[in-house]
């Protein structure tokens, strides 16, 4: 069965402008890579969103926001950078360059994109969705920050739980950098299990995301950081899914899975430093997959943007892919993997923070009171 691939042209508008690490030219260069290694025949079938309105925004964001940052990145566009009380509502690496793209305006497609998404799966007329543009995690209801402007990943969730009535929905988190606005979102809220794998925050943006960090309230145990040794690769991603993710998606049992994060776990990044190689990405699609087999009819929204070596970006992506839409397709490294990476150097320190999550969520899930079934 097809999936479906979200994507518009005017995606190329969030760009912050030459020199800033995050670029639009991502969503030429990975369509048309796309392209050329797989036919659409019944693989994929492009689909045009139109832009979130004023009423999806104010779901996650409250107005004031909305208006300073339309008002400010329309203006930036115009090449009139003025940034009086950009700090009160954007970080510093959310100030557009000089000739930035329309970013605003693309934000809003990224989340018209999730809404279009999450009705496409849960109409039945795609099993899965892709959004390219989408996982925009670190916004915030009033602060956008780590090149995100609007939470799509946040607003998917909120949407399949408002106009759905899903009463457990799963975000599974494979960005190199933790979820820090997703969390805050949903810190609390039991309806939504957050799992997020990241880089151990001590080493990386935003410094958030500790193992002990489980939710509050209602929501406590909810929230399941696993932060990644630096160097971590395929061996303790393997291990992290098998050990903990799988487990947790099996005893929650989602009625839909979203997953976000891009190509940033790679060893050639440059932003990160872990070392989940490309066949490490097929595996995470892969897993994602049969998760979704198992606990929600195969019903998954998956949300791509991130990662910063472009020359990596388009294979990781298109690894992903391939693996949650189970195409029998192989794709190679775009350059040997170093000898650093023969052999996962992170792997008995992985173990530990698997220890150390275990124990700090064994009040709230059965599955991690049994013995361990699974040795290593």
């Given at each position: 069965?097809?999936?479906?691939?979200?994507?518009?042209?005017?995606?190329?508008?969030?760009?912050?402008?030459?020199?800033?690490?995050?670029?639009?030219?991502?969503?030429?260069?990975?369509?048309?890579?796309?392209?050329?290694?797989?036919?659409?025949?019944?693989?994929?079938?492009?689909?045009?969103?139109?832009?979130?309105?004023?009423?999806?925004?104010?779901?996650?964001?409250?107005?004031?926001?909305?208006?300073?940052?339309?008002?400010?990145?329309?203006?930036?566009?115009?090449?009139?950078?003025?940034?009086?009380?950009?700090?009160?509502?954007?970080?510093?690496?959310?100030?557009?360059?000089?000739?930035?793209?329309?970013?605003?305006?693309?934000?809003?497609?990224?989340?018209?994109?999730?809404?279009?998404?999450?009705?496409?799966?849960?109409?039945?007329?795609?099993?899965?969705?892709?959004?390219?543009?989408?996982?925009?995690?670190?916004?915030?209801?009033?602060?956008?920050?780590?090149?995100?402007?609007?939470?799509?990943?946040?607003?998917?969730?909120?949407?399949?739980?408002?106009?759905?009535?899903?009463?457990?929905?799963?975000?599974?988190?494979?960005?190199?950098?933790?979820?820090?606005?997703?969390?805050?979102y949903f810190y609390d809220d039991p309806h939504v299990l957050l799992i997020d794998l990241h880089q151990d925050p001590r080493t990386l943006y935003p410094g958030t995301g500790f193992a002990?960090?489980?939710?509050?309230?209602?929501?406590?145990?909810?929230?399941?950081?696993?932060?990644?040794?630096?160097?971590?690769?395929?061996?303790?991603?393997?291990?992290?899914?098998?050990?903990?993710?799988?487990?947790?998606?099996?005893?929650?049992?989602?009625?839909?899975?979203?997953?976000?994060?891009?190509?940033?776990?790679?060893?050639?990044?440059?932003?990160?430093?872990?070392?989940?190689?490309?066949?490490?990405?097929?595996?995470?699609?892969?897993?994602?997959?049969?998760?979704?087999?198992?606990?929600?009819?195969?019903?998954?929204?998956?949300?791509?943007?991130?990662?910063?070596?472009?020359?990596?970006?388009?294979?990781?992506?298109?690894?992903?892919?391939?693996?949650?839409?189970?195409?029998?397709?192989?794709?190679?490294?775009?350059?040997?993997?170093?000898?650093?990476?023969?052999?996962?150097?992170?792997?008995?320190?992985?173990?530990?923070?698997?220890?150390?999550?275990?124990?700090?969520?064994?009040?709230?899930?059965?599955?991690?009171?049994?013995p361990n079934p699974i040795q290593f």
């Open positions: 069965m097809a999936i479906a691939i979200l994507y518009r042209e005017e995606l190329l508008e969030y760009d912050f402008g030459p020199g800033h690490p995050f670029r639009g030219d991502r969503y030429e260069i990975f369509p048309r890579f796309l392209k050329e290694r797989v036919p659409q025949d019944d693989n994929y079938r492009f689909v045009k969103a139109d832009p979130a309105t004023e009423e999806d925004l104010l779901t996650i964001c409250s107005k004031e926001y909305i208006q300073f940052t339309h008002d400010y990145y329309k203006a930036a566009h115009a090449g009139q950078l003025d940034h009086i009380k950009f700090g009160l509502y954007q970080s510093m690496d959310n100030m557009p360059f000089e000739t930035p793209g329309n970013i605003e305006e693309a934000a809003r497609l990224i989340i018209g994109q999730a809404k279009l998404g999450c009705d496409l799966v849960q109409k039945g007329t795609y099993q899965k969705a892709v959004s390219i543009g989408g996982g925009m995690h670190h916004a915030k209801t009033n602060f956008g920050e780590g090149f995100c402007i609007y939470n799509d990943v946040a607003f998917a969730a909120r949407y399949l739980i408002n106009n759905y009535k899903l009463e457990r929905v799963l975000i599974l988190d494979t960005d190199a950098h933790a979820a820090n606005g997703t969390y805050d002990k960090d489980i939710g509050d309230g209602k929501g406590k145990g909810f929230k399941v950081n696993i932060p990644m040794p630096p160097n971590a690769g395929y061996d303790s991603y393997y291990r992290v899914f098998c050990e903990i993710v799988e487990p947790l998606v099996r005893e929650f049992k989602p009625q839909m899975i979203i997953r976000n994060g891009g190509s940033d776990p790679h060893p050639d990044d440059g932003l990160t430093d872990l070392g989940l190689p490309v066949r490490g990405f097929h595996m995470i699609g892969e897993r994602v997959r049969h998760l979704a087999d198992q606990v929600c009819q195969g019903r998954e929204l998956d949300l791509i943007a991130s990662g910063y070596n472009k020359g990596v970006l388009p294979y990781a992506w298109l690894a992903l892919i391939a693996g949650l839409a189970g195409w029998n397709i192989e794709v190679e490294e775009p350059e040997p993997v170093t000898r650093k990476f023969h052999k996962d150097p992170a792997y008995a320190e992985t173990k530990l923070v698997e220890a150390e999550i275990k124990s700090n969520l064994r009040p709230y899930w059965k599955c991690f009171q049994l």
